[in-house]
């Protein structure tokens, strides 16, 4: 009961930013997994441009990987969480997919507009943007609290420092041991050749 109408949603949804068909038709037939938490959704590129679900039998060209944690962070828009996304199969489709999906937006006051008219609609809309962006503050808060109490509190999070520092050490050690390998080959090039004189 579900895929029909999510179908029919992203097809609406593609329709409205019909910019997104131009960038999708190169990939008409694939088929990318969602995998969000416990969530696993297909999405189909229709030989239009358009999307829609998958069959669940369906093989996905690639697999998107989007844990709890990180899911969290891209919804506070935070830059970062994007480069962690990780990715299976086609890149370039995940990629280009991952792209449209961020700047396809649903023109809520459009469609309301054909039900109520264009006023009522238009109060609507400007009440649910105040609303959501007022959401949005709430869940960047949140998440920023997370962060730090998981940072601070209990550390299960590294500060970017600590990773910089981490890495820098894990370079100073590779070069020491690199040194070290030169001088035992030297050392047993040497003890070889007292051996044989």
């Known amino acids: ?19 997104s068909r131009q960038h999708l038709l190169a990939y008409a037939g694939k088929v990318v997994q969602f995998n969000i938490a ?13 999307l829609g679900v998958a069959p669940s039998n369906a093989e996905a060209d690639a ?10 962070r891209l919804m506070a828009n935070d830059e970062a969480a994007k480069m962690l996304i990780k990715v299976e199969g086609d890149t370039h489709l995940a990629t280009d997919l991952g792209k449209v999906l961020q700047h396809i937006r649903w023109d809520v006051e459009e469609d309301l507009s054909k039900v ?4 009522p609609a238009n109060k609507i809309a400007s009440i649910s943007k105040t ?10 808060n949140v998440v920023e609290m ?4 998981w940072q601070e509190e209990k550390p299960v999070l590294a500060k970017k420092w600590q990773v910089e520092q981490f890495n820098t050490d894990v370079n100073a050690l590779r070069s020491d041991f690199t040194r070290l390998e030169k001088r035992l080959a030297k ?4 003890t070889q050749e007292s051996t044989v004189n």
Not at 1 to 19: D, G, R, S, V, Y
Not at 38 to 50: A, F, M, P, Q, R
Not at 116 to 119: A, C, E, H, K, N
């Open 1 to 19: 009961m579900f895929k029909p109408f999510a179908a029919e949603f992203l097809q609406h949804i593609t329709k409205q930013n019909n910019w």
């Open 116 to 119: 109520i008219g264009d006023i």
């Open 146 to 149: 997370l962060s730090e109490y």
């Open 38 to 50: 416990l969530i696993k959704t297909k999405l189909l590129i229709s030989e239009d441009g358009s």
């Open 63 to 72: 697999i998107i990987h989007i844990p709890p944690s990180l899911a969290l």
């Open 187 to 190: 050392l047993k090039q040497h």
């Open 131 to 140: 609303a959501a962006s007022s959401a949005k503050k709430q869940v960047i």
